[in-house]
């Protein structure tokens, strides 16, 4: 099975006031090539899909569009979670006519941690992979705001909330990975996607290493050895997360 991970889209973006619609098209045009070519079974979409909360139409037709050809290719499942610039609500109002297409949109924190544990099965109805689809975690999601709370004791509470969270979705998709085994199908992959900062993610193939520094940096420790692939989407620039080649950033398509 192979996967394909993207992320920060931004489409509808405008550099300098130009309107960049021809080159999203050129992009998607060629991302939907490339899954044909490749022969991708799952594509994931981390995060920032479109550049504002209130996307163009021009910007949607552009997605919706993108979605139901990729849908007709060898692509048995697409996995899309809301980044920092995509509203939720937007992003998740048609995600049950896209459920008829095998696209999984997951636009806010779930009320259950279940409902962000995905299992992807193929047109056979064999299981593919268990996907913790995690999407951009807000102040509001996961901390009870106290009144003289410092901007140290702000971040360390969306950290160590942020943490409780994918600690959680792990867990369960651990679970699911085990039931899997038990009914005949071993060593289902488990796949996370999440958009947020990351310590020590440094950049790739750049022939220069940076760092990126954040308030809210997690790190790499929130997920466990069972993972197989963590899908990464916030940092423009492909990077590697301490080096490990399993957690990765893969930036973003237009620079």
């Known amino acids: 099975m192979k996967v394909l991970h993207t992320s920060d889209w931004h489409l509808g973006q405008s550099l300098y006031g130009h309107k960049r619609y021809e080159e999203f098209k050129s992009f998607l045009n060629w991302l939907g090539s490339l899954i044909e070519t490749e022969g991708i079974r799952v594509l994931l979409i981390a995060g920032d899909v479109f550049d504002s909360s209130t996307p163009s139409n021009r910007a949607q037709e552009l997605y919706y569009d993108f979605l139901q050809k990729a849908s007709r290719t060898c692509c048995q499942n697409i996995v899309v979670i809301a980044g920092n610039h995509d509203s939720p609500s937007f992003l998740d109002a048609p995600k049950r006519l896209l459920r008829v297409l095998d696209v999984y949109v997951i636009g806010q ?136 080649e399993h957690i990765r950033y893969c930036g973003s398509p237009i620079p």
Do not use: W
């Open 109 to 244: 924190k779930a009320e259950t941690a279940e409902d962000e544990v995905l299992v992807l099965y193929d047109r056979k109805d064999k299981p593919q992979a268990v996907v913790c689809a995690v999407p951009y975690l807000r102040d509001r999601d996961i901390r009870i705001v106290e009144s003289g709370e410092s901007v140290e004791e702000k971040g360390a509470k969306l950290i160590a909330g942020i943490r409780e969270h994918y600690r959680n979705v792990c867990s369960l998709a651990e679970q699911k990975q085990s039931e899997l085994s038990k009914e005949g199908n071993p060593e289902i992959p488990i796949i996370v996607m999440g958009h947020l900062f990351m310590a020590g993610a440094k950049a790739v193939g750049s022939g220069k290493t940076r760092e990126l520094g954040s308030l809210t940096q997690v790190d790499a420790d929130i997920f466990p050895d069972s993972i197989d692939y963590v899908a990464l989407g916030h940092l423009h620039i492909p990077r590697q997360v301490n080096e490990a």
